[in-house]
């Protein structure tokens, strides 16, 4: 809580106060980490929260390690499988254990990692630890299961691909990389989804390859001891076997020219503009990375210049938002806007081209800078407030460096980024040949169509 309160005032004090906080950690909690034999590792978190623990598995395995032609979306389909049961446990008796226990459980992939996670009281931790070890050690599945399971990754690509923000994303990965296996989504190709039920044989290779202790850190957060953390996992976790397997992930090649697409959309829907420039993977050494961070937010958050010309003064658009995540490879840094009109989508992109160039030259106001920095730790302390939340903010760190460490060298690195840092950083990513554009909008006999009944009424 003291923590908490100090960041807060962090934002109204002078910069020399500041600055005698930049010592300070961002993380306020104690961790211990232990390495197992097989590669395994155990990150123990214990907090203040009484009662309740949160368990982690976190898999250092997403769709980037999908290397193989016409096999994308395996990672994203073990994320299901893994809850169809195991050689000791059906998935109803699974279920039935999470129910006894009242335990909230579910998973998620991304480009870079799986990641599967349950809350519940530390009297369950040692049957759910051994529940769990089992299902990642023994995962047992039939060819009808498979073939049902990934039906149903069929399902909900399709559900995820009537969203025109999802099919936009899509085509900008796919534009933007030819041959990094981040040109695909989480979700994968779609014929390789259609062909998964022929897959069988696959799918077991790509479990074995991955699901092991060398690429698994579990996380331990809540009400439990370090001592209790390792007895349980040595004891469910330190028979599993290590394998050999290292993905080779094909390096993206430079980008030498502009690159655009657009995405004709079968249904009435505001037009969608994604403007996108190569960016840095995650460092947590290099400045490049979390100095596009503080950027983002002063060219495209909520209290950016433009954000209150677009949204708010000239209400030409009515999301804009930036996006570029933490990666283990080179991402992209994405402005993304939906514009109310057709007819101003290239004023809006011209606006968004105009911030991208503007900051490559111009330098940020030491002060917009600071206030910047200073909301990055104010929310991240206060997203930390059960030990499920410390849980789920530490899991993508975990993935990208396996240790918590790298939170709070983050944190120090980013007290050192300068306007002039900020601005050749900028200059040196956002460069026209780096550059991809994607828009969507109603085909335009649809878009007619509208107009014509609009006139009716």
Same mark, same amino acid.
């Given at each position: ?12 004090? /002078? ?6 906080? &930049? ?37 250092? +395995? ?46 998620? +992939? ?11 009281? &530390? ?13 990642? &050690? ?15 990754? &069929? ?57 092991? /202790? ?38 993206? /090649?430079?980008? +030498? ?8 959309? /079968? ?12 960016? =840095? ?83 940020? =106001? ?52 300068? =306007? ?38």
């Amino acid at each position: 809580m003291k923590l908490i309160i100090i960041l807060s005032l962090l934002i109204c004090v /002078p910069v020399m106060a500041m600055a005698q906080q &930049k010592s300070r950690k961002l993380l306020p909690y104690n961790y211990t980490i232990d390495d197992l034999p097989n590669g395994l590792r155990l990150i123990t978190v214990p907090t203040d929260y009484p009662n309740l623990v949160a368990l982690y598995f976190v898999v250092q +395995t997403g769709s980037r390690n999908e290397i193989e032609q016409g096999k994308s979306g395996f990672a994203h389909f073990f994320e299901h499988m893994m809850f169809r049961g195991s050689e000791n446990y059906t998935a109803d008796q699974r279920e039935a254990i999470f129910k006894r226990a009242g335990a909230e459980t579910n998973a998620y +992939t991304s480009d870079d990692r799986t990641v599967y996670h349950a809350t519940f009281s &530390k009297d369950d931790l040692d049957e759910i630890v051994k529940m769990e070890a089992d299902r990642f &050690k023994s995962l047992k599945y039939a060819l009808p299961e498979f073939q049902t399971e990934s039906l149903a990754v &069929k399902g909900e690509y399709d559900k995820n691909s009537a969203n025109p923000f999802s099919k936009l994303y899509e085509v900008l990965r796919e534009t933007a990389f030819k041959t990094h296996t981040y040109s695909h989504t989480t979700m994968g190709y779609l014929k390789d989804i259609q062909d998964m039920p022929n897959q069988f044989d696959y799918s077991q290779e790509f479990f074995k390859r991955f699901y092991r /202790p060398e690429y698994t850190t579990v996380l331990l957060v809540g009400d439990v001891t370090q001592t209790r953390a390792l007895d349980l996992t040595k004891k469910y976790l330190g028979d599993w076997k290590r394998g050999d397997y290292v993905a080779k992930i094909p390096a993206e /090649p430079k980008q +030498t020219e502009p690159r655009k697409a657009h995405i004709d959309w /079968p249904s009435p829907t505001l037009p969608i503009i994604a403007v996108a420039f190569r960016g =840095p993977a995650y460092s947590d050494v290099d400045k490049d990375k979390i100095a596009l961070d503080l950027l983002a937010q002063v060219a495209f958050g909520e209290n950016s210049d433009l954000y209150q010309k677009l949204v708010l003064t000239e209400q030409k658009v009515d999301v804009l938002a930036p996006d570029f995540s933490n990666q283990m490879d080179p991402e992209l840094f994405v402005a993304l806007a939906r514009v109310k009109e057709a007819k101003d989508v290239d004023y809006v992109r011209d606006q968004i081209l105009a911030t991208f160039k503007r900051y490559s030259t111009e330098l940020i =106001p030491a002060d917009k800078l600071n206030a910047t920095r200073s909301r990055l730790r104010y929310s991240f302390a206060m997203a930390m407030d059960s030990s499920s939340a410390i849980a789920s903010t530490l899991a993508p760190f975990i993935s990208l460096r396996r240790s918590p460490e790298t939170i709070d060298k983050l944190a120090a690195l980013m007290e050192t980024i300068s =306007p002039q840092d900020v601005r050749d950083i900028a200059a040196k990513y956002f460069r026209d040949e780096s550059r991809t554009i994607v828009t969507l909008a109603p085909k335009a006999k649809e878009s007619a169509k509208n107009n014509v009944e609009e006139g009716k009424q």
